[in-house]
C-alpha cells in the first residue's frame, strides 16, 4: 500500500473512532481501532491510535487498562504536536475521573494547552462535570459557560461538547433559581439542531430541566406541560420516558388536577414494571427515586415504597461524567424518604428525613430543591430555620409559581369559621347579595348584615370583592 494512501485509510479509521466514542459506541470504536493497527502510521497517528485505544477501553468500562494505555502514550509523546499532547492528557483526566480520583482528573486538565482549540474547549466542558460533582455550582456553571465561549472562538465545531453544555446548565440554572444562565440555556437551545444523529439525551434533559423551570420558577403551567410532553416524545430510553411521565404527574398535580397526575404517575410506573432495575445506570439509576416521589404525591404509599426499596437495593457507582450518586442524589434519596413516610402517615420520620434533605440541598447551594424540602418542613413541624429560608428564596420565583404560594399560604394563619360562617362565606363567593343570602338562609337582613361584618373582622378585608378574593387565595373557595 502506497504511504499516501496508507495515511489516507488510517486518518479515516480514527475519524470514524472518534466519532463511534462521541456515540458513546465503545465496543464498535475498539473494533474500528483494532483493525487500523494493521495500516502503517507515522508517528502522530500512532500516538493518536493508542490515545483512542485508552479512551475507548475507559469508556468500555475497562478504566485501568485504558489509563495504562494512556499514560504509555503521554509518556511517548514529548516530541508530537502540542494539540496531540493535550488531547492525550484530556482522556488521562477523564480516565481519572471514572475512577473517581478527582484531584488527578483536575490536575490533568490544567495541563491542557490553552492554544489546543476544541480540545482546551473539552477541558473546561469536563472541569465543569468534575466542579458539578464536587457540588461547586458556582464554579460548574463558571466553566460550562466558558466552554462555551471557547467553542464560540474554535476553528472546530463540537455539537455534543455545545450539547451537554447546554444541558448542565439547563440543570444548575433550574436548581439555582438563576434566570440569567436560563437565558443562556434559551438562547443556546434555539439554535441547535436537535435533530442531529447523538443528542437525543441531552436533548430530553434539557426539555425536561424547560418543564420543570417553567413549573417552579415561573409558574407558567401550560408551558411546563407542553415542555414536559415534549421530553416524553424525545426520551431516548424507556427509563427516561419514566422519568417525563413522572414530570406530567407533577405538573398536572400543581394545575389542580390530581386524577390526571395520578393516571401519569401510574403510567410511569407500569413502564417501569417493565425494565430491569439492575441494569439501569447513569442518568436511568435515578429513576426509581423520580418514581417514588410521584407515587407518593399520588398517595400509592404501597408502590412508592416498593420504588424506593428498589433504588436502595440496586444503587451504585454511576458511569463517566454522569450527574448522579452526587451529594445532590443523597439528598434526593432523603426528600422521597420523607415523601413517602409522610404518605404513610408516619410524621416524625418525614420531618427527620426532609431535614437531612433540606440541610444536605442548601449546604450545596440547591435553591430549588432546599426550598422544596423547608416548604414540607414548615408544613409538618414549625422549623424556624426552614422557615426563614424559604422566606429569602421564595421572592426569586414568580407570584404565579406553586412554591411561592404555598409559602404565602404557610403564612397566612388558619381562620376557624362555624357552619353558618362557611355557608354564607361560599354565598358570597358565588356573588349573592346580603338579600339575596337572607332569602336562602331564612335570616333577617340585619342577621346576615351582621355574618357578613364578622367575616370582614375575621379575614381583615373592607370588602365584598376583596373577602372573595382572600377566599380563594387561601384554598376555601374555587371558582367553577
Known amino acids: 500500500m502506497r504511504a499516501r494512501d496508507a495515511a489516507s485509510r488510517l486518518n479515516l479509521m480514527l475519524l470514524r473512532a472518534r466519532a463511534l466514542l462521541r456515540l458513546d459506541s465503545a465496543a464498535e470504536a475498539l473494533q474500528v481501532l483494532s483493525d487500523a493497527c494493521a495500516v502503517p502510521a507515522g508517528s502522530d497517528e500512532s500516538l493518536t491510535l493508542r490515545m483512542l485505544t485508552g479512551a475507548a477501553h475507559v469508556r468500555a468500562g475497562e478504566v485501568e ?27 488521562v483526566a ?13 490536575k490533568s486538565l490544567r495541563h491542557v ?34 466552554a462555551l465561549e471557547t467553542l464560540d472562538r474554535c476553528r472546530h465545531y463540537d455539537r455534543f461538547l455545545e450539547a451537554n453544555c447546554i444541558r448542565a446548565l439547563a440543570h444548575l440554572a433550574v436548581d439555582r433559581l438563576d434566570r440569567s444562565t436560563w437565558s443562556i440555556v434559551e438562547e443556546r437551545r434555539a439554535r441547535v439542531d436537535w435533530s442531529v444523529n447523538g443528542l437525543g439525551q441531552p436533548n430530553f434533559w434539557i426539555a425536561y430541566c424547560a418543564a420543570t423551570y417553567a413549573l417552579d420558577v415561573q409558574g407558567n403551567v401550560l408551558r411546563a406541560a407542553r415542555e414536559a ?59 426509581p427515586l423520580v418514581l417514588a416521589e410521584q ?13 424506593l426499596d428498589t433504588f436502595s437495593r440496586y444503587a451504585r457507582k454511576s458511569s463517566v461524567l454522569s450527574m448522579t450518586h452526587s451529594p445532590y442524589t443523597q439528598a434526593f434519596h432523603r426528600l422521597v424518604e420523607g415523601a413517602v413516610s409522610e404518605a404513610a402517615g408516619e410524621k416524625r420520620a418525614a420531618i427527620r428525613r426532609y431535614r437531612e434533605a433540606f440541610e444536605l440541598y442548601a449546604t450545596h447551594a440547591d435553591v430549588r430543591r432546599a426550598l422544596d424540602a ?31 404560594k404555598e409559602l404565602e399560604k404557610s403564612k397566612t394563619p388558619a381562620v376557624k369559621l362555624t357552619a353558618v360562617q362557611r355557608e354564607v362565606l361560599l354565598l358570597i363567593c358565588r356573588g349573592k347579595s346580603n338579600p339575596e343570602i337572607g332569602r336562602l338562609r331564612k335570616r333577617s337582613l340585619h342577621t ?12 381583615e378585608v373592607s370588602s365584598r370583592e376583596e373577602l372573595a378574593v382572600e377566599c380563594v387565595r387561601r384554598g376555601l ?4
Open 448 to 459: 346576615i348584615r351582621n355574618l357578613v361584618s364578622r367575616l370582614f373582622e375575621i379575614f
Open 477 to 480: 373557595y374555587t371558582p367553577n
Open 65 to 91: 487498562r485504558g489509563l495504562q494505555i494512556l499514560t504509555d502514550a503521554r509518556r511517548d509523546a514529548d516530541g508530537a504536536h502540542s494539540t496531540i499532547r493535550s488531547e492525550i492528557v484530556l482522556n
Open 94 to 106: 477523564l480516565a481519572h475521573y471514572a475512577l473517581r480520583n478527582l484531584d488527578a482528573a483536575e
Open 295 to 307: 407515587l407518593a404525591n399520588a398517595s400509592l404509599g404501597d408502590a412508592a415504597r416498593a420504588a
Open 113 to 146: 494547552d490553552t492554544k489546543s482549540d476544541i480540545v482546551y474547549a473539552r477541558a473546561l466542558e469536563y472541569r465543569g462535570w468534575i466542579a458539578l460533582t464536587r457540588a461547586d455550582a458556582e464554579a460548574a456553571t463558571r466553566l460550562f459557560v466558558n
Open 374 to 404: 423547608a416548604l414540607r418542613l414548615t408544613r409538618l413541624s414549625a422549623d424556624r430555620r426552614a422557615a426563614e429560608y424559604a422566606q429569602a428564596h421564595a421572592r426569586k420565583l414568580a407570584p404565579q409559581s406553586w412554591m411561592r
Open 229 to 287: 410532553r415534549a421530553a416524553e416524545r424525545g426520551a431516548p430510553t424507556a427509563a427516561a420516558r419514566v422519568q417525563a411521565l413522572c414530570k406530567r404527574a407533577a405538573v398536572a398535580r400543581y394545575a389542580g388536577e390530581p386524577l390526571s397526575a395520578t393516571d401519569h404517575a401510574e403510567a410511569a410506573a407500569e413502564l417501569f414494571a417493565t425494565l430491569k432495575p439492575p441494569d439501569l445506570s447513569g442518568d436511568d439509576a435515578i429513576v
